[in-house]
T-cell receptor, first 114, second 114 residues
Framework: NAGVTQTPKFRILKIGQSMTLQCAQD?????MYWYRQDPGMGLKLIYY???????DKGEVPNGYNVSRSTTEYFPLRLELAAPSQTSVYFC?????????????FGPGTRLLVL | GDSVTQMEGPVTLSEEAFLTINCTYT??????LFWYVQYPGEGLQLLLK?????DKGSNKGFEATYRKETTSFHLEKGSVQVSDSAVYFC?????????????FGGGTRLMVKP
């Protein structure tokens, strides 16, 4: 049971390039989330998904896209990278939604846009 | 909107010292409160949680009490170890937020010296 895994661990992008951050979970969780963490700040929600084929925006969705074709995978797409997207990205999942539920996090992807 | 404020770090302690990391919050509804810990090179892990006022969460010698009157959820441990060195995040989940997303504080780095 690997939990939540993310690839790559670290990436440098040039302005205007695109990339996909990968996230997978093997816990059969319905709910998945993408957060970003800027230095000295708390994590902020980018997008979330309540199940395969269903996604919705969080607090800071601009510049990102997501898809959820299966329960296991929830990739995050950056189409035109900008310096403001330099951050650490965390994927998370939970079995149910609700304010009492625990979210399980991956190890993060550190992205640097130059 | 909801917010979480926690003391800035780093906090440096000697082994066996007493630890307090302050956390206060503002929320629209009646949130659940969480402490997550991030060890070097790893993802965030749930340390403890409390889902209603006066609840005490505890785990691995850490504890925190949900104080509605002071809107606080301070983390304490009686005797820290070197292995407790990590970044600690206070967070809340409110039913009024999209996807029951977690709202995080900025994190507090704890360094424990032998």
């Amino acid at each position: 049971n690997a939990g939540v895994t993310q690839t790559p661990k670290f990436r440098i992008l040039k302005i205007g390039q695109s990339m996909t951050l990968q996230c997978a979970q093997d816990m059969n969780h319905n709910y998945m989330y993408w957060y970003r963490q800027d230095p000295g700040m708390g994590l902020k929600l980018i997008y979330y998904s309540v199940g395969a084929g269903i996604t919705d925006k969080g607090e800071v969705p601009n510049g990102y896209n997501v898809s959820r074709s299966t329960t296991e995978y929830f990739p995050l797409r950056l189409e035109l990278a900008a310096p403001s997207q330099t951050s650490v990205y965390f994927c998370a999942s939970s079995y149910r939604t609700g304010k009492k539920e625990t979210q399980y996090f991956g190890p993060g992807t550190r992205l640097l846009v130059l | 909107g909801d917010s979480v404020t926690q003391m800035e770090g780093p906090v440096t302690l000697s082994e066996e010292a007493f630890l307090t990391i302050n956390c206060t919050y503002t929320a629209t509804g009646y949130p659940s409160l969480f402490w997550y810990v991030q060890y070097p090179g790893e993802g965030l892990q749930l340390l403890l949680k409390a889902t209603k006022a006066d609840d005490k969460g505890s785990n691995k010698g850490f504890e925190a009490t949900y104080r509605k009157e002071t809107t606080s959820f301070h983390l304490e441990k009686g005797s820290v170890q070197v292995s407790d060195s990590a970044v600690y995040f206070c967070a809340l989940s409110d039913e009024y937020n999209a996807g029951n997303m977690l709202t995080f504080g900025g994190g507090t780095r704890l360094m424990v010296k032998p």
